[in-house]
């Protein structure tokens, strides 16, 4: 027990919100990030070279978050509204 370090030097990480907080605004400033001349010549190629470099990045973790994203909006869009109007007219 005597290698052991004292609680007091233990590195406490951010709080998970202020970790996600912190990665968005990481992949905001990545994501508008220039662009290469050789790939600026079309809306969808700028598109295109700055979706793969925040893949490249980021990996699945990006498409996690998407899929997440998708996910709620949508299940609170066509499931849990139309859920509690349908409760609300029926009068349950």
């Known amino acids: 027990m005597e290698d052991s370090l004292p609680i007091a030097s233990i590195e406490?990480?951010?709080h998970i919100l202020r970790r996600v907080k912190n990665l968005a605004v990481q992949?905001?400033?990545d994501f508008f990030?220039?662009?290469p001349a050789?790939?600026?010549q079309s809306v969808f190629s700028k598109f295109r070279w700055r979706f793969m470099f925040l893949f490249k990045k980021y990996g699945w973790k990006m498409i996690l978050a998407i899929f997440v994203y998708y996910l709620v909006r949508d299940t609170t869009l066509y499931v849990l509204i139309p859920f509690?109007?349908?409760r609300k007219v029926l009068g349950e």
Do not use: N, W
Request: aromatic share 6%; proline share 7%; no cysteine.
């Open 12 to 14: 406490k990480r951010p």
């Open 38 to 40: 050789e790939f600026a």
């Open 27 to 29: 992949v905001r400033k």
């Open 33 to 35: 990030q220039t662009v």
């Open 84 to 86: 509690l109007i349908a």
